[in-house]
């Protein structure tokens, strides 16, 4: 592993984030390598603490990933921190000092990594306070990384785009999709481009339909406070879908670099339909959950509204208008409180146009049943790919056949998780698994439409039983198509 030299300064150094995914993250690329000596990180928060105690907790964090003797403490005398008023200028210069020296001592070349993950309404007067107290640096890098949410509609994303866009260029701003940090999800590019059989076959000439379901059996927890202003839609559709939608629909890129990566998914999200008022209606269901046996419904959660008209379900149909996709819908659904905790994609191919093998007897006239093609995101890692094959026997009856393949358990063990190949990615620079400027403003048009139309019309909700798949509405809209979820109870 090549060693990456960076001086780090994490805001919302003691928020559940960093102690449950950044503090570990970064320890598994000091056991790798990728960070060793010529690294430090300087914390932040409101709450006043000594560098002896952010060690502390850092090393209370990483306690139990297995490592050398002595590895844990060498790894956690990397940490200082500063107690720090993202309002007040006078606090950066502290900061401005503390950084000078720790880039001395620790010879980090002047590489500064900032990274933002506490409330968002901070984030833009942290990126403007960066640069004018001096934060910055000449002689190495500046790059910033920063936590969803990036905005709340297309206004306010860009808002806050432009505020940071006062300190950072594009290629130094690393907007963090951890979906795209998923190693099922950076595969759904191997697949396609790396298997002529597949990608030959990625168009409406031979694909039905395609199925995306991030699927939660977790209600909203402690985070009501959050999510019942937010809802499903912000929460999971604009981000994450829609990042995998992309993927799915792009054309191939001229090179697998970030540059051409970024160029195809945006060309593919400028090829969304944006949908008028009643198409968003036609084609968007939200549901929210109900209560069952001891549990009590969305809306008597700790911290939710108690008439609250948040989704915590939804379900659509997208349509791409460009010469790949033209006529084949993209249905998507994520929702809380659902049957399992998985995430799959299905494509559906279409039917031969003449099943040879159909028997005018049987009330079933087709018996040649779809391809499916399924990338399985989580908790498997795999591919799955239905096949019709012969009935072993007698006669001549044909039954559907899964080829699958899932990874191995120590496969999926030694592979990072979403925020340590992340943040890998923003030390070296790379921006693919990263969500563009351009990527989010289209996909907050996108969802805008959806938001303001639920925004006026008040839903019937509770619509759906915990453990279900959501509500009716979410079968029907396929069901109106002549079509099926593919993953069903
Ligand atoms: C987050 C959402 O972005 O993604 C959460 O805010 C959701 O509400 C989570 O639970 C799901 O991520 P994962 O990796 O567990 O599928």
Redesign the pocket.
């Known amino acids: 592993a090549t060693e990456n030299k960076a001086l780090i300064t994490l805001f919302g150094a003691t928020g559940d984030l960093a102690k449950r995914k950044l503090y570990t993250s970064l320890f598994k690329l000091y056991q790798k390598g990728y960070l060793a000596d010529h690294f430090a990180l300087l914390g932040t928060s409101r709450h006043e603490m000594s560098d002896e105690e952010f060690q502390e907790l850092v090393l209370n964090s990483i306690k139990d990933i297995p490592a050398k003797d002595g590895e844990a403490e060498a790894f956690s005398k990397h940490f200082f921190y500063c107690a720090h008023d993202v309002t007040k200028p006078e606090h950066y210069v502290k900061l401005k000092d503390r950084l000078a020296e720790l880039d001395k001592q620790f010879g980090t070349e002047g590489n500064r990594l900032f990274y933002m993950s506490m409330a968002p309404q901070f984030f833009g007067t942290i990126a403007i306070n960066i640069k004018k107290q001096g934060l910055l640096t000449d002689n190495g890098y500046n790059r910033l990384v920063i936590e ?1 949410p990036f905005g709340r509609d297309f206004d306010s994303a860009k808002k806050l785009n432009d505020e940071l866009s006062q300190t950072f260029e594009e290629n130094q701003i690393f907007r963090i999709d ?1 979906y795209l940090g998923k190693e099922m999800v950076q595969n759904i590019q191997a697949l396609r481009f790396g298997n002529p059989i597949i990608e030959a076959l990625w168009n409406n000439r031979y694909i039905d339909n395609i199925q995306v379901t ?1 699927s ?1 059996k977790l209600g909203v927890e402690e985070r009501a406070g959050y999510y019942d202003n937010s809802g499903a839609l912000r ?2 559709v604009q981000n ?1 879908i829609m990042q995998v939608v992309a993927q799915l629909a792009m054309e191939e890129p001229v090179a697998f670099t970030d540059d051409d990566v970024r160029v195809e998914k945006i060309k593919a999200l400028r090829s969304l339909r944006v949908y008028t008022p009643s198409e968003a209606a036609a084609n968007f269901v939200r549901g929210q959950y109900g209560a069952v046996n001891d549990q009590p419904d969305y809306r008597h959660e700790d911290g939710v509204d108690p008439e609250s008209g948040t989704e915590t379900f939804v379900a659509a149909k997208l349509m791409f208008d460009n010469y790949r996709w033209s006529g084949v819908p993209f249905y998507v659904r994520t929702g809380k409180k659902l049957a399992d905790k998985f ?1 799959r994609i299905d494509i559906v191919f279409k039917k031969p146009l003449i099943d040879i093998f159909a028997n005018p007897d049987t009330a079933d006239k087709q018996a040649l049943k779809s391809n499916v093609l399924t990338i399985y995101v ?1 908790p498997n890692s795999g591919f799955g790919l239905r096949l019709n094959a012969k009935h072993v026997g007698q006669g001549f009856t044909t039954e559907p056949v899964d080829l699958n393949f899932v990874q191995s358990d120590t496969a999926k063990k030694e592979s990072p998780e979403p925020y340590e190949r992340l943040f890998h990615d923003a030390l070296e620079g790379n921006h693919t698994n990263f969500a563009s400027w351009a990527e989010i403003a289209y996909a907050w048009k996108f969802v805008d439409v959806i938001r303001n139309l639920w925004d006026i019309e008040k839903p019937q909700f509770p619509n759906y039983t915990p453990g279900s798949m959501g509500p009716a509405a979410a079968s029907e809209l396929l069901a109106r198509d002549g079509r099926k979820w593919v993953y069903d109870l």
């Open positions: 969803k951890h991030l939660e929460d999971m994450h995430t989580e």
